[in-house]
């Protein structure tokens, strides 16, 4: 769902949209370590800038944790947009009782999200969709896709020809199998979903001749069968049938 807007600029109008949501303008949040000054979180940019000039060439926006379903269409026009992330449907988390996950997350992947044709990264994980259409596969530049935590049923059939996808994450979602077309990408290195060995825990990638496995207690290695030249899937069926 988009909100309809009487301004004629489109920038004018994300501005005002982001004034009455109270979308903070662009600024950063520093990485957190904890008393071992170790990393917890990365630092990160989020918000919307209101320099019209920066709006025009910006290249990451982050409004995951700020939106509900009024995602404003005018986003269509940031054509420079590498990165994109709007998980995490506002004030919710997806297992949080208390969220509405009609109202305070998005519910569907904005037809528009096709015209941005520079996204590299696209994070729209712990909201509420139930489909992925094929219009996503027109970002043939993207290499990295969240999607985890929401409902998905069901994958294009179509994803097969983001040849330049190397991660994707699915876990968390209502699948009830590995679709054949996901084992056709041919770069996938990391991977993320349901009924996959290892998936319980986190996302499982190919390192080489090895598969790593991110664990409730920190990441564990598998071997690859020396040789073997498979793509992810069949390498992670390799290394959970040989231990």
Known sequence: MSY??????????????????????????HPEYNEENELIEDGYWFGLPRDKDILVRFE????????TTDIPSEIRHLKQLKKLRLANGKRAWWGAEEANKDSDCITEIPSWISEL??????????????YVPQRITKLQKLEKLYLNGNRIECVTDHICNMTNLRVLWLAFNQLTDISENLRKLPNLDEVWTDHLPGADY??????????VICTSSGFSSKNIPPGAEVNLFDAIGMAFKAQ
């Open 60 to 67: 990451e926006l982050n409004l995951s944790g700020l939106l």
């Open 117 to 130: 044709t520079n996204l590299e990264v696209l994070d729209l994980s712990d909201n509420n969709i139930s």
């Open 4 to 29: 309809q807007y009487k301004e004629t600029s489109w920038s004018d109008a994300l501005i005002s949209w982001a004034n009455r949501c109270n979308i903070p303008d662009l600024q950063y949040s």
């Open 202 to 211: 986190g996302p499982v990638r190919m390192e080489n001749d090895t598969i």
